[in-house]
């Protein structure tokens, strides 16, 4: 069996009770970084588990999971690896006494990545620079930058 969720190698059985078979800390990392790279810097716990009915997985915390067992497997991770990764220290509560969470510069450092650093998005994808850039390039206008004879 394949010691990581984190890569869904071909024997990778994606299922509950493959869980099991290993870690907390494997699977709380794997929980932390789909967190990590939700919309937005802040979630609530809660809200990580809403509409996972019928098999339906809004915040993709469940990628290659049979839909039968998505809402068990989402109940799983916000029960033991969610407290692990929160008694790591790697997320907290975004102002104290709300149920907003965020990941903490812990979390992203167990990450590998800068947290202070804007472009760490780009790091851990790299193909989005250049179509980000693309769309984003600044538009110049020819006429001004060619001077024109008298």
Known sequence: MNSSLTDFSPDFDPTLPSLGGLSLRDVGLTLLRRIAFLPGKTFRRFDLSRGTRHGADPNGLAPAIPRWEVQSYIRYL????WRWILDNGYI??????SEWMEVTPKGWAVLGINSDDDDYIFKIFPEDRARWSAEHEPVHNDAEAIPVPD
């Open 92 to 97: 907290a509560e975004s102002s104290p006494g």
């Open 78 to 81: 916000l029960d033991s690896p």
